[in-house]
Nanobody, 125 residues
Framework: QVQLVESGGGLVQAGDSLRLSCAAS????????MGWFRQASGKEREFVAV????????YYTDSVKGRFTISRDNAKNTVYLQMNSLKPEETAVYYC??????????????????WGQGTQVTVSS
């Protein structure tokens, strides 16, 4: 019922910034918490950030606090992740995800029902 398409990834140097976008289709978007995850090669999918359905609450993994900002525009059915001061170890495929119906949207991937295909972010040193 929901399709998510990420964009905005690319190759940057350490210390640079990127803004990721996730365009959503489906009526459930405006009532769903939205999260960003990343998965580096050979590693498990890792929680990055989540935003509540109305944008009133956000939560970030410790490693990105102060550098990343998640936001959403429900009128455009889009969620964003502004990433500043990127580090090489943050090279990964970044995914957006919509939380299960009625779920607040936590740090576990199992809390999310829909996933995008991902966008590659590569940070060179």
């Amino acid at each position: 019922q929901v399709q998510l398409v990420e964009s905005g990834g690319g190759l940057v140097q350490a210390g640079d910034s990127l803004r990721l976008s996730c365009a959503a289709s489906g009526r459930t978007f405006s009532s769903s918490a939205m999260g960003w995850f990343r998965q580096a090669s050979g590693k498990e999918r890792e929680f990055v950030a989540v935003i509540s359905w109305n944008g009133g609450s956000t939560y970030y993994t410790d490693s990105v606090k102060g550098r990343f900002t998640i936001s959403r525009d429900n009128a455009k059915n889009t969620v964003y992740l502004q990433m500043n001061s990127l580090k090489p170890e943050e090279t990964a495929v970044y995914y957006c995800a919509a939380a299960l119906k009625g779920r607040i949207g936590g740090v576990a991937p199992a809390e999310y029902a829909y996933w995008g295909q991902g966008t590659q972010v590569t940070v060179s040193s």
